[in-house]
């Protein structure tokens, strides 16, 4: 079964059908949730799996029916698939390819890494708070279902340390943080140990893409791909691509 065909049935088990979080969703008139998918099963394809995690969904539109999997995968087929244009050039994406290129070889697609949020939702585009977010995780809370499908090899949350309990709240308060290097403060750059997450798959939690560009810590993304290129050929999981 591909990828995307377990994503769709896991999307539906928990989402069609469940009115205590649309009753809630609807009330607050939050946008949402974020759904992934394989374009064109290129993520499936990928010879290295990368998980791109951000902040929150932003970017929904609020006419997407809010408890529709298929609507909301194509969404965010066209939306990704819209970021590989020449006019998406934001700190994001651009931190996105960086990342990827460090283990793609010329023979793959842009399209082989997968991208979600913290935070499935959003208020008006912008963050919901941490009350909030617990009270939407009490009613759906797929990020550990998601990762336990896709098996990345390599997951980054570019969502900086104020999100760092809503990561918590996702794995029953069980993340643990550690600095990855002397010079720099955990705040800013930490590698992540959650439980039930194959210890080969390196996690990675930096500051966003937009405030590294800003306080020129751009290079932080070089520490990430070098990192996690040294560990990854220790464990036997990268050859010399």
Same mark, same amino acid.
């Given at each position: *079964?591909?990828?995307?065909?377990?994503? =769709?049935?896991?999307?539906?088990?928990?989402?069609?059908? /469940?009115?205590? +979080?649309?009753?809630?969703?609807?009330?607050?008139? =939050?946008?949402?949730?974020?759904? *992934?998918?394989?374009?064109?099963?290129?993520?499936?394809?990928?010879?290295?799996?990368?998980?791109?995690?951000?902040?929150?969904?932003?970017?929904?539109?609020?006419?997407?029916?809010?408890?529709?999997?298929?609507? +909301?995968?194509?969404?965010?087929?066209?939306?990704? *698939?819209?970021?590989?244009?020449?006019?998406?050039?934001?700190?994001?994406?651009?931190?996105?390819?960086?990342?990827?290129?460090?283990?793609?070889?010329?023979?793959?697609?842009?399209?082989?890494?997968?991208?979600?949020?913290?935070?499935?939702?959003?208020? !008006?585009?912008?963050?919901?708070?941490?009350? *909030?977010?617990?009270?939407?995780?009490? %009613? =759906?809370?797929?990020?550990?279902?998601?990762?336990?499908?896709?098996?990345?090899?390599?997951?980054?949350?570019?969502?900086?340390?104020?999100?760092?309990?809503?990561?918590?709240?996702?794995? !029953? /308060?069980?993340?643990?943080?550690?600095?990855?290097?002397?010079?720099?403060?955990?705040?800013?750059?930490?590698?992540?140990?959650?439980?039930?997450?194959?210890?080969?798959?390196?996690?990675?939690?930096?500051?966003?893409? %937009?405030?590294?560009?800003?306080?020129?810590?751009?290079?932080?993304? !070089?520490?990430?791909?070098?990192?996690? %290129?040294? %560990?990854?050929?220790? !464990?036997?999981?990268?050859?010399?691509?």
């Amino acid at each position: *079964m591909s990828i995307n065909q377990k994503l =769709l049935n896991y999307y539906g088990a928990e989402i069609s059908g /469940n009115k205590k +979080l649309m009753e809630y969703v609807v009330e607050n008139e =939050l946008y949402g949730p974020l759904l *992934m998918s394989s374009i064109e099963n290129h993520y499936d394809l990928a010879k290295y799996k990368i998980l791109i995690i951000g902040q929150e969904a932003g970017w929904l539109d609020s006419k997407v029916v809010k408890d529709n999997v298929s609507e +909301l995968l194509e969404h965010y087929t066209n939306y990704k *698939m819209a970021s590989k244009s020449p006019e998406r050039n934001s700190p994001f994406w651009r931190a996105a390819k960086t990342i990827t290129q460090f283990f793609k070889p010329d023979s793959e697609s842009e399209l082989n890494y997968l991208w979600t949020n913290v935070s499935k939702y959003s208020d !008006d585009g912008g963050p919901i708070a941490i009350e *909030m977010q617990g009270e939407i995780l009490n %009613r =759906l809370n797929l990020l550990p279902g998601e990762i336990e499908i896709i098996q990345p090899d390599l997951i980054v949350f570019f969502s900086g340390p104020n999100y760092d309990q809503a990561i918590q709240m996702q794995f !029953d /308060n069980q993340v643990k943080f550690k600095r990855v290097n002397s010079n720099i403060p955990e705040k800013e750059f930490a590698q992540l140990t959650i439980p039930n997450i194959s210890d080969k798959t390196k996690i990675y939690r930096t500051y966003h893409p %937009r405030t590294l560009q800003q306080q020129q810590k751009w290079f932080y993304l !070089d520490i990430i791909g070098h990192e996690a %290129r040294s %560990r990854s050929r220790t !464990d036997g999981c990268l050859g010399d691509a």
